[in-house]
């Protein structure tokens, strides 16, 4: 099928028109789509706060998807004594840091989720991540695991200037951030199944959410 306007699009199920174009319609269509559009407005209505909560979830999904992938390059990363490979486990170290961390910035962009929902037994290494974000990663602070400084040596001729860095992470990650990973990837798909129960408690309607295949690397 062709689309007779641009504003006009379908996919495998459906045909797409806008509303600016009902009042083209012939009037027994007009009213039936009148009536199914009062419909949805009216379930909408209802199931606000519960939408609401559905979109934070959503902005959820991408980052714990992006944190298990991380997760995964870094438990496989190869690692032998060589500036390349400790410059990699830096920067998947980094991602991993900064990725978790999203998940627990407030105000808009928050993913809904607390530190009180993470078991106890997790959380002093949830809080050794957000720390080692603020600290080390998304800015140069201080924190026991990196430090830099300068030798300087003189002679009759010149002053040499020798860079000293310490640098300390674990190689693969720690064993607990698999433990996060999991808890993370569960939390999210528990609220997402609660959140769509409620939908249909509330307006009658079945709700629901594409689910595909895992991943590759998960449980990897």
Do not use: C
Not at 30 to 42: A, I, N, S, V, Y
Not at 179 to 194: A, C, E, N, P, S
Not at 203 to 208: I, L, M, P, Q, R
């Amino acid at each position: 099928m062709t689309n007779a306007s641009p504003l006009v699009w379908e996919d495998d199920e459906y045909v797409y028109i806008p509303e600016e174009l009902f009042q083209h319609l012939p009037p027994e269509y007009l009213e039936r789509f009148e009536t199914r559009k009062h419909q949805g407005e009216d379930v909408l209505r209802i199931a606000d706060t519960d939408i609401k909560s559905l979109v934070r979830l959503a902005k959820a999904i991408p980052t714990t998807s992006s944190l298990s992938y991380v997760f995964h390059r870094l438990r496989t990363a190869k690692f032998d004594l060589t500036a390349e490979a400790l410059m990699e486990q830096e920067m998947l170290t980094t991602a991993f840091v900064v990725t978790y961390s999203k998940l627990f910035i407030s105000g808009s962009g928050g993913s809904g989720i607390s530190r009180d929902q993470i078991p106890l037994h997790l959380r002093q290494v949830h809080d050794d991540i957000i720390e080692l974000r603020h600290n080390r990663y998304a800015h140069n602070g201080s924190h026991t695991s990196i430090g830099s400084g300068i030798q300087i040596d003189f002679d009759d001729a010149e002053f040499r200037v020798t860079l000293q860095v310490n640098m300390g992470f674990h190689v693969g990650g720690r064993d607990e951030w698999e433990q996060l990973v999991r808890f993370l990837d569960g939390h999210i798909h528990d609220r997402l199944t609660k959140i769509l129960n409620r939908l249909k408690a509330k307006t009658g309607y079945e709700w629901t959410f594409p689910v595909g295949p895992a991943p590759d690397w998960i449980g990897k």
